[in-house]
């Protein structure tokens, strides 16, 4: 970044955002696919058409300014974005891949907030009005996908943790039952009983 008055300083986090919210567009399917519950596959869903839409509240804000929102590379949505990928190859056979989708997408969701907080408040000190306003519907956006994530976890994680539960209980009767003698069956005693 040349320069260092706020406006170009606006602009490049503006770029940043712009890429985070593009890096994204192509991340949230995979989320989508990866996900077991059929309420966070839609969840994901409703939040891509959301995205899609903060891309051109992004575009529209940059239209207006007669910039580019090309040109930056967001860093930090990227390695987001790989760990949301890590999360679904380890735990893709697990009860608790869901869980592991939504911590993964609520650590997006709080980054998210924390930018757009801050460039609707350089917005506001630039004056821009309009890119207040259209600042403010994607930050309220993002505080309201948190917001369902977390009631989504609530049952998420009651169902990864019972299935935790029942697979620790099998394998304690399954190692159980491998340090007994085997059992004979009645008729086998009875078998032998008359011997």
Same mark, same amino acid.
């Given at each position: 970044m040349q320069g260092n008055s706020l406006q170009e300083l606006y602009v490049e986090q503006l770029r940043? /955002?712009? @890429?985070?919210?593009?890096? /994204?567009?192509? &991340?949230?399917?995979?989320? +989508?696919? +990866?996900?077991?519950?059929?309420?966070? =596959?839609?969840? $994901?869903?409703?939040?891509?058409?959301?995205? @899609? *839409?903060?891309?051109? =509240?992004?575009?529209?804000? $940059?239209? &207006?300014m007669d910039e580019s929102p090309k040109g930056r %590379?967001? &860093?930090?949505?990227e390695g987001l974005v790989k760990e949301g990928e890590e999360v679904i190859k380890e735990q893709s056979s697990s009860d608790a891949l869901d869980a592991g989708l939504i911590a993964s997408a609520q650590r997006v969701e709080h980054y998210e907030i924390a930018a757009y907080g801050t460039v609707r408040s350089f917005a506001? $000190?630039? *004056?821009? @009005?309009?890119a207040v306003d259209l600042l403010q519907?994607?930050?309220?956006?993002?505080?309201?996908?948190?917001? %369902? /994530?977390?009631?989504?976890?609530k049952e998420v994680n009651a169902r990864a943790m019972d299935a935790a539960q029942a697979a620790e209980t099998e394998q304690e009767s399954e190692e159980e039952g491998a340090s007994r003698p085997p059992q004979r069956s009645k008729r086998a005693k009875a078998r032998s009983a008359r011997a």
């Amino acid at each position: 970044m040349q320069g260092n008055s706020l406006q170009e300083l606006y602009v490049e986090q503006l770029r940043d /955002l712009y @890429n985070a919210e593009s890096q /994204l567009v192509k &991340a949230l399917p995979k989320m +989508a696919k +990866a996900a077991q519950s059929e309420a966070l =596959r839609q969840g $994901f869903e409703h939040h891509l058409e959301q995205t @899609n *839409g903060h891309v051109d =509240r992004l575009e529209q804000i $940059f239209s &207006a300014m007669d910039e580019s929102p090309k040109g930056r %590379k967001c &860093a930090g949505m990227e390695g987001l974005v790989k760990e949301g990928e890590e999360v679904i190859k380890e735990q893709s056979s697990s009860d608790a891949l869901d869980a592991g989708l939504i911590a993964s997408a609520q650590r997006v969701e709080h980054y998210e907030i924390a930018a757009y907080g801050t460039v609707r408040s350089f917005a506001k $000190f630039l *004056g821009d @009005n309009e890119a207040v306003d259209l600042l403010q519907q994607t930050l309220d956006e993002e505080k309201e996908t948190d917001e %369902k /994530l977390t009631e989504l976890s609530k049952e998420v994680n009651a169902r990864a943790m019972d299935a935790a539960q029942a697979a620790e209980t099998e394998q304690e009767s399954e190692e159980e039952g491998a340090s007994r003698p085997p059992q004979r069956s009645k008729r086998a005693k009875a078998r032998s009983a008359r011997a």
